[in-house]
């Protein structure tokens, strides 16, 4: 079965540059969410988009922004970039109409800025 | 606001005995209760989720958990652990209430002892 695709799956940064993150839900998803994943931590909460309109936010620095475009894939767009900023991203998909239905993850996107 | 608890960041079983992981919620509205896990450099892959209906939940790769409302918990347990098991286990929650965002606790890594 199809999963969540990220891209790329790893970066290299040096500070103060920018970075692109991308995800491709599961055909058909309609719902995306993004979680940063630091150093031997917990998965915290950025942002998530229900049909292409931003749906909640969470602990996501004003240095970041994303979109949700027309075809359901999302971007993570990540500016001065930061040491701290190091970790893996992670992009989840949720199916459409099922409110609280499940959250599949991707691979991640490991981003180690330099 | 809701959170999580895991008791123990580590917990190392032996082949063939029991694995129980242990998880808390705090939730003032009825809790969404999920477990994930996590191989190394892998995303997080859901084991089991609880939504409503019976408090016992049986998972993938013969885990299963329990809500328990009166003690606030929702313990991972697999009767006979395999040494494929070992990974980071993350308990997550989420409510009616919050736009499907996960909180996640700290996590547990099971080390299998041969």
């Known amino acids: 079965a199809a999963g969540v695709i990220q891209s790329p799956r790893h970066l290299i940064k040096e500070k103060r540059e920018t970075a692109t993150l991308k995800c491709y839900p599961i055909p058909r998803h309609d719902t995306v969410y993004w979680y940063q994943q630091g150093p031997g931590q917990d998965p915290q909460f950025l942002i998530s988009?229900?049909?292409?309109?931003?749906?909640d936010k969470g602990s996501i620095p004003d240095r970041f922004s994303a979109q949700q475009f027309s075809d359901y894939h999302s971007e993570l767009n990540m500016s001065s970039l930061e040491l701290g900023d190091s970790a893996l991203y992670f992009c989840?998909?949720?199916?459409?109409?099922?409110?609280?239905?499940?959250?599949?993850f991707g691979p991640g996107t490991r981003l180690t800025v330099l | 606001a809701q959170s999580v608890t895991q008791l123990g960041s580590h917990v190392s079983v032996s082949e063939g005995a029991l694995v129980l992981l242990r998880c808390n919620y705090s939730s003032s509205v009825p809790p969404y209760l999920f477990w994930y896990v996590q191989y190394p450099n892998q995303g997080l892959q859901l084991l089991l989720k609880?939504?409503?209906?019976?408090?016992l939940v049986k998972g993938i790769n013969g885990f299963e958990a329990e809500f328990k409302k009166s003690e606030t918990s929702f313990h991972l347990t697999k009767p006979s652990a395999h040494m494929s098991d070992a990974a980071e286990y993350f308990c997550?929650?989420?409510?009616?209430?919050?736009?499907?965002?996960?909180?996640f606790g700290t996590g547990t890594r099971l080390t299998i002892i041969p």
């Open positions: 609880y939504t409503t209906g019976a408090t």
């Open positions: 988009f229900y049909e292409k309109m931003q749906s």
């Open positions: 997550a929650v989420t409510t009616l209430f919050g736009n499907e965002k996960l909180t």
């Open positions: 989840a998909s949720s199916s459409p109409g099922q409110y609280l239905d499940t959250q599949y």
